[in-house]
């Protein structure tokens, strides 16, 4: 079975800092992997995917995110962060064309 | 806008009724998912269509049923309703890829 960890239920950073994001994963095949943007009452965005091509992988709004097989992780970050990227996000894994299995989400809050 | 649309918005209904959630996925997406998310159990997969064939099913409560139809709009229902039952529902589609495609939800209230 498959599953999603994502480490810190609520991170905060200074705009202008580093965000770090943390997901770890587990699967029996190799993974497919995504990243969703929710924001407040929104749907779910998709910011970035891993589909066994490149490792480092990168989305939208600047930022990417690195699949590390060894770590079983699929940490998403962005060099500078700005107000607009206040949101929940959240970290999935696939076996392909089938369901998502979801992280518990991570709120990300930026301050002035 | 991810080009998946769901209808209603918001509904409000009360404990013991039935509801019908709609979908239509973005053109040429044959999959369609359902999922459900709420504060104590996060989001959770529900269950999945494939060109109007179910592919897949989650953590679906027998009061609940799903389809998809020829147009390949899916329609989620909702019956006997419970005030557990409150959640966000979303839907989502894909076509022969692998990334999943959300629509905007419907925010349910059961009271």
């Known amino acids: 079975a498959q599953s999603v960890t994502q480490l810190g239920s609520h991170v905060s950073v200074s705009e202008g800092a580093l965000v770090l994001l943390r997901c770890n994963y587990s699967s029996s095949v190799p993974p497919y992997l995504f990243w969703y943007v929710q924001y407040p009452n929104q749907g779910l965005q998709l910011l970035l995917k891993?589909?066994?091509?490149?490792?480092l992988v990168k989305g939208i709004n600047g930022f990417e995110a690195e699949f590390k097989k060894s770590e079983t992780s699929f940490h998403l970050t962005k060099p500078s962060a700005h107000m607009s990227d206040a949101a929940e996000y959240f970290c999935?894994?696939?076996?392909?064309?089938?369901?998502?299995?979801f992280g518990k989400g991570t709120r990300l809050s930026v301050i002035a | 806008d991810s080009g998946v649309t769901q209808t209603p918005k918001h509904l409000i209904t009360a404990t013991g009724q039935r509801v019908t959630l709609r979908c239509s996925p973005r053109?040429?997406?044959?999959?369609v998912y359902w999922y459900q998310q709420s504060l104590d159990q996060g989001l959770q997969f529900l269950i999945q269509?494939?060109?109007?064939?179910?592919?897949a099913k989650g953590n679906i409560l027998e009061r609940f049923s799903a389809q998809q139809f020829p147009d390949l709009h899916s329609e989620l229902n909702l019956s006997s309703l419970e005030l557990g039952d409150s959640a966000l529902y979303f839907c989502?589609?894909?076509?022969?890829?692998?990334?999943?495609?959300f629509g905007p939800g419907t925010r349910l209230t059961v009271t």
């Open positions: 989502a589609s894909s076509a022969e890829g692998y990334e999943q495609y």
């Open positions: 999935a894994v696939s076996e392909g064309n089938t369901p998502l299995v």
């Open positions: 053109s040429g997406d044959l999959s």
């Open positions: 891993y589909t066994s091509a490149a490792t």
């Open positions: 269509y494939y060109n109007g064939e179910e592919r």
